[in-house]
């Protein structure tokens, strides 16, 4: 297997590597343009996004993830890191930010509101329980969390999460959109695959379930019938064989 990179400017990045460990897996801390030639994946994690943005450009890192996400190379975003993989942003600060692309989507920053509105909420993951085995629900941690309000054809859905229908789907200081009529659907996209880009607007570092990271583990990277069974064991070990199994925070032991 290759060399898994994590981008540590800020954010939840110790969180992202504690859990490679716990597979069984060696997480390098990136910061330099240069170390991302060292790598064959790379995990950009949760964090302030447009902080992460400011020490990206401060550092010359925008084009080489850039060049990095162009030649294929394995990325996953989560929170912050899934708005620096987006298309399109909205809901930003004046003047915006700088964004890496990729996932062909349109991502809402800070969807759910402030940091006092942060919650958790059993999510719907077929794809993940089918691939790594364990319940059919995922704990997702929603920090100041983004949500995706739309993707391109290519883009395959991996969860998503219902909202009450006066919830406001998008907003910006000219327009804000909060009519069920307008905006019909009852839920919003919070997790998305393209080709080796994979998208989570939730903190899946921050629970003990590591299903998340086995299933971009086996994304990443063209795996031996060895190491696939190796990874597979430690997910349903992690996961249980009680389809109900929750996952209890915090983390770290």
Same mark, same amino acid.
């Given at each position: 297997m290759?060399?898994v ?7 939840s990045f110790? *969180?992202h ?9 060696k ?16 995990i950009?994690?949760?964090? %302030?996004?447009?902080t992460?943005? =400011?020490?990206? %450009?401060?550092?010359?890192?925008? /084009? ?6 162009q030649?294929? =190379?394995?990325v ?12 399109k942003a ?7 930010? %700088?964004?890496?692309?990729? &996932? ?14 942060s ?6 993951? !077929?794809?993940?329980?089918? =691939?790594?085995?364990? !319940? ?9 969390a983004?949500? $995706?309000?739309d993707?391109?054809?290519e ?12 919830? @406001?789907l998008?907003?910006? #200081?000219?327009?804000?959109? *909060?009519?069920?009529?307008? $905006? /019909?659907?009852?839920? $919003? ?7 080796? &880009? &994979? ?14 990271? #086995? ?6 990277? *063209?795996?031996g019938?060895?190491? #696939?069974?190796?990874? @597979?064991?430690?997910s *349903? ?5 009680? /389809?109900?199994? =929750?996952y209890?925070? /915090?983390?770290f032991?």
């Amino acid at each position: 297997m290759g060399v898994v990179g994590v981008l540590a400017l800020q954010g939840s990045f110790n *969180e992202h590597i504690a859990a490679l460990r716990r597979l069984g897996v060696k997480g390098v801390e990136i910061r330099k343009p240069e170390q991302l030639q060292t790598i064959s994946s790379l995990i950009i994690p949760g964090g %302030e996004s447009t902080t992460m943005a =400011k020490l990206a %450009e401060f550092h010359n890192l925008f /084009p080489a993830l850039r060049e990095f996400v162009q030649m294929g =190379k394995p990325v996953w975003g989560t929170c912050a890191g899934l708005i620096f993989l987006a298309n399109k942003a909205v809901g930003q600060k004046e003047g915006g930010q %700088e964004l890496v692309g990729g &996932l062909d989507c349109t991502v809402h920053r800070n969807y759910f509101g402030s940091q006092i509105q942060s919650f958790e909420a059993e999510l719907v993951v !077929p794809e993940l329980a089918s =691939k790594e085995g364990g !319940p059919e629900t995922f704990r997702g941690v929603f920090i100041r969390a983004p949500a $995706v309000l739309d993707v391109g054809p290519e883009v395959e859905v991996l969860a998503d999460y219902p909202i009450p229908s006066n919830k @406001v789907l998008y907003s910006s #200081s000219a327009v804000e959109i *909060e009519e069920e009529s307008a $905006v /019909p659907e009852t839920k $919003v996209i919070v997790a998305v695959k393209q080709g080796k &880009l &994979l998208g989570t607007a939730f903190h899946p570092e921050l629970t003990a379930d590591t299903r998340w990271h #086995s299933y971009f583990l086996k994304m990443a990277s *063209e795996l031996g019938e060895e190491t #696939s069974n190796a990874l @597979v064991a430690v997910s *349903e070990a992690a996961s249980s064989s009680d /389809p109900q199994t =929750k996952y209890d925070l /915090p983390i770290f032991r």
